[in-house]
C-alpha cells in the first residue's frame, strides 16, 4: 500500500524534474552560446518578455479570447453532439442512414475550412468558436451513439415487458449507458476545440494567442513566438487538467447512480 501511494509522487518528482533540467540546460545552453539565443531565445527572457506584455495588458487579453472561443465551441459542440448521438436511439434507421456520414464528416479535415469560415463570419470571435465546434460536435455524436449501442438489450426488454414507457427507458437505461462514453469523449474533444481555435487565429484574427505568435514571427520578434508558444501550452495542460477532474466528478456520480 505505501508503495503504491509513494509511485504518482516518484512520477510527479520526475515529471518536474526533468521539466525543470531541461529549462535549466536551455538557459545554461543560451547563455553559453552552444544555441543561438535569437532563435531560440532563453526560459529568462521569455519569461521577462511575458511579464511586460501582461503588464501592458495584451497578453492576458490574448489568453482570455483564445481560452473563451476554445470553451464556448468546446462546450457547444460537446453538448449538441452528444445529444443528437443519444436521440439516435429513438430511431433506428434514421441512425443506420446518419452513422456513414458522421463517419465521413470525422474523416474530413474540418482546418481546412478556416479559410472559409473567415471570410463567411469575419475575423472576429464568432468564426473561432464555429470552427472550434465544428471540431466537437461530430466526435461528441459518435462517442454518444456509441454508448447508446452498449445499452444492455435484455434489460431493455425487461423493461419494455414491466410497462415502462420510451421515455423512461430512454433517461433509465440508454443515457446512463452513454455517460462513459460521452464523458471519455471529453478529453479528446478539449484538444481538438483548442486546435480549431488557434488554427482561425492563424489564418486571421484581431486577437489572441495565435494572432501573437503570427504576428510575432513576421516581425521576427521570436521571444514572443516564444511566449505565445509556452503560453499556449500552458493553457493547454490546464484545460486539459481540468477536464480530466470533470470527467473524474461525473464518472464518480455516474457509479453513484447506477448503484442507486
Known amino acids: 500500500m505505501r508503495e503504491g501511494k509513494k ?40 519569461a521577462r518578455t511575458a511579464v511586460i506584455k501582461w503588464q501592458g495588458g495584451t497578453l492576458w487579453r490574448d489568453i482570455a479570447y483564445t481560452g473563451a472561443s476554445t470553451l464556448l465551441g468546446f462546450v ?41 469560415l473567415v471570410i463567411w463570419f469575419g475575423i472576429g470571435f464568432l468564426s473561432k468558436v464555429i470552427l472550434a465546434f465544428l471540431m466537437t460536435v461530430v466526435v461528441a455524436a459518435m462517442s454518444a451513439y456509441s454508448g447508446v449501442r452498449t445499452a444492455d438489450s435484455a434489460l431493455e426488454t425487461l423493461m419494455v415487458s414491466l410497462g415502462a414507457r420510451r421515455m423512461q427507458i430512454f433517461t433509465r437505461l440508454i443515457v446512463p449507458s452513454a455517460m462513459p462514453s460521452i464523458i471519455t469523449g471529453l478529453r479528446v474533444n478539449i484538444a481538438l476545440a483548442m486546435a480549431g481555435s488557434i488554427v482561425g487565429e492563424f489564418i486571421a484574427s484581431d486577437r489572441g494567442l495565435g494572432r ?12 514572443l513566438v516564444w511566449v505565445g508558444v509556452t503560453v499556449l501550452s500552458i493553457l493547454s495542460v490546464l484545460m ?15 457509479h453513484g447512480a447506477v448503484t442507486e
Open 212 to 223: 501573437m505568435i503570427v504576428y510575432a514571427g513576421t516581425t521576427f520578434d521570436l521571444k
Open 7 to 46: 509511485h504518482p509522487f516518484a512520477i510527479n518528482v520526475w515529471r518536474w524534474g526533468l521539466l525543470i533540467l531541461l529549462l535549466v540546460l536551455w538557459e545554461i545552453g543560451a547563455r553559453l552560446r552552444w544555441i543561438d539565443p535569437f532563435f531560440f531565445s532563453s526560459p529568462l527572457e521569455i
Open 76 to 116: 457547444l459542440g460537446t453538448v449538441i453532439g452528444s445529444v443528437v448521438g443519444l436521440l439516435f436511439w429513438f430511431s433506428r434507421p434514421v441512425a443506420q442512414v446518419a452513422e456513414p456520414w458522421l463517419i465521413v464528416l470525422n474523416a474530413l479535415p474540418k482546418l481546412a475550412l478556416a479559410p472559409v
Open 240 to 254: 486539459y487538467a481540468s477536464v480530466v477532474l470533470l470527467e473524474k466528478v461525473l464518472m464518480r456520480h455516474w
